[in-house]
Each structure stands twice: as structure tokens, then as C-alpha cells.
């Protein structure tokens, strides 16, 4: 089962933060029983002056890294919904938003006050040139 509205009313939240430089950092967690791959963390960084993303797949043993453009990388990270991971927090400087699939797969995005008070450095270095 793809959940691709639901996470791209999720991911549009992700790239206002992103476009607004209030984004601090965007983290895959908490997966469905024992599985090699523990977390994913996507964060921004500058590749030719452009703002692309790393994604930092975080496995038992090892990690691999991946840079795709903002919109790439929605395809990319769809397919980890509901396989392995159960939730996908965003954090801002404004809100903290979990999107979170429950035992019966229904989502609930939920936002919370915020974790962080600075917005990701590579971010505001890329608004502010």
C-alpha cells in the first residue's frame, strides 16, 4: 500500500520549511520489527550552488549517503513508508511534525511545539546569498 497523498501533503509541509529557511532536520524513524535499516536523515547541502539533499541511510553495520534534487527525492523516499518505517518526523523552528501510520496503517500528522531553535545552517547560507 503506497501512501503517496497522504506523505505528499507531508513533503509539501517539508519543502515550505525548506523554501521559508525555517527547516532544522527531517528523520525516518521507528521501523516495523528487526530490520537492517534503522533511521534515514535527509538534510540539505549545496551542490553547485544548487540546494540538493542528502539522504544518510543508516543501517546496523554500515551507512550509505545518497544527494538527489528536492523533487527526486520524494520518489525516493515514498517507497520507505509502511516499509520498514511507521513515522517521519519534520522538524522546524516553528512546529515539530510527526506523520505516524498506527497499527491499522491509518496516518496522523500531528505538529508540536518545536525541538529546534535554528534552522539548518546550509539552508540559511543558500537563502542569504
Not at 3 to 17: C, D, I, N, P, V
Not at 24 to 47: D, H, Q, V
Not at 49 to 67: A, V
Amino acid at each position: 500500500m503506497l501512501f503517496t497523498a497522504t506523505f505528499s501533503e507531508f513533503y509539501e509541509k517539508f519543502k515550505t520549511s525548506l523554501s521559508d529557511g525555517t527547516f532544522a532536520k527531517l528523520t525516518f524513524a521507528k521501523t516495523i520489527g528487526k530490520t537492517e535499516l534503522k533511521n534515514i536523515f535527509i538534510r540539505p547541502i549545496l551542490e553547485e550552488n544548487e540546494l540538493k539533499l542528502e539522504l544518510k541511510f543508516r543501517f546496523q553495520k554500515e551507512e550509505l549517503f545518497e544527494i538527489h534534487t528536492i523533487n527526486e527525492a520524494f520518489n525516493r523516499l515514498l517507497p520507505f513508508i509502511n516499509n520498514p518505517f511507521l513515522s517521519v518526523i519534520l522538524f522546524t523552528t516553528e512546529f515539530d511534525l510527526t506523520y505516524k501510520l498506527n497499527k491499522k496503517r491509518v496516518v496522523n500528522v500531528t505538529d508540536q511545539h518545536p525541538t529546534f531553535g535554528n534552522a539548518n545552517e546550509v539552508l540559511l547560507a543558500y537563502l542569504n546569498k
